[in-house]
């Protein structure tokens, strides 16, 4: 069984475990959510297999390179971070329910690359500009920072679905047989403020390894292309994403913002991450093999 089998298999498991999370908070059954969440872990453990398995057959053919060279490689990773980094926050709250908002996103990445006709599994041999030791840290930094934005854009959506008045108490107006139907889908959601440190936390993390990845292209960069920054569409777009994070933490800790501002900046900061990630391989530069 070849890697590209494996991660097929995993597009798959990572789709029911999300049904399953999804199913939980729909019909309120929490031994769905506690199978999803196996079912999960069983899909995280295929995606890593695949990764592994992926960079092996590199090595075999002769290519001999870590499995992060093109997009469907790039997709794979990018999955397996979303999901490692909230199986890790999963475990520290005990919230199960936040996987009906995170794990569509593993499930969505991986599923694009091996769904995708437009996207090749085929094991291609690195271009020059990619042949460096650089490689490895460089898209892994940075896509540990993709992956908390990620994480962090789930956590804004569900803050921003969850009705202020489920927090105050006895606070029922209107149609009762609508707000008690209300309450009995939203319930189950973290309370407002977990939500919104979840969110501080993920930017936080991705952040900081970001700021670590832009810092080791550029370095990369230098090497490969004799200067640190040529305002490539990449690198510009990674810089105006870099600075909307960085606006969002400035006003979180500087001017006290939180609660639904912060999480329609950290929504905005995603859109920002998808269009570095997809939408500047469009446009002609350095980052184009990508």
Sequence with gaps: MN????????????????????????????????????????????????????????YKIGYGHAPFSNMYESLVF???????????????????????????????SIAYASLSPS??????????????????????????????FAVAFGFSIMYLIKPVDLEQKDHISGDKKLQNGKKSLYSK???????????????????????IG??????????????????DPKETWSLITWFIYAILLHLRLMRGWHGKRIAWVSI??????LFTYFGVNLLPGLHSYA
């Design 268 to 273: 905005v900061g995603f859109m920002a991450v």
């Design 119 to 148: 996207i090749s599994d085929k094991i291609t041999p690195l271009i020059p500009a990619l042949k460096s030791n650089w490689l490895i840290a460089h898209v892994i930094t940075c896509f540990l920072g993709y992956a908390g």
């Design 214 to 231: 832009i810092i080791t292209g550029s370095v990369w960069a230098n090497s490969a292309w004799g200067t640190y920054w040529s305002w």
């Design 78 to 108: 990018f999955s397996w971070t979303i999901a490692a980094l909230y199986l890790f926050v999963e475990i520290k709250y005990k919230e199960r329910i936040i996987g009906v908002f995170a794990t569509p996103l593993a499930f969505l």
């Design 3 to 58: 890697s590209s089998i494996i991660l097929s298999v995993t597009t798959f498991v990572y789709a029911f475990a999300s049904v399953l999370y999804i199913g939980s908070w729909t019909f309120k059954k929490e031994v769905m959510a506690k199978a999803g969440f196996f079912v999960f872990v069983a899909g995280f453990t295929g995606n890593t297999m695949g990764i592994i398995l992926r960079w092996i057959e590199s």
């Design 189 to 211: 959601l973290p309370s407002l403020d977990l939500m919104d440190e979840l969110i501080h936390q993920m930017v936080m993390f991705g952040f900081l390894f970001l700021t």
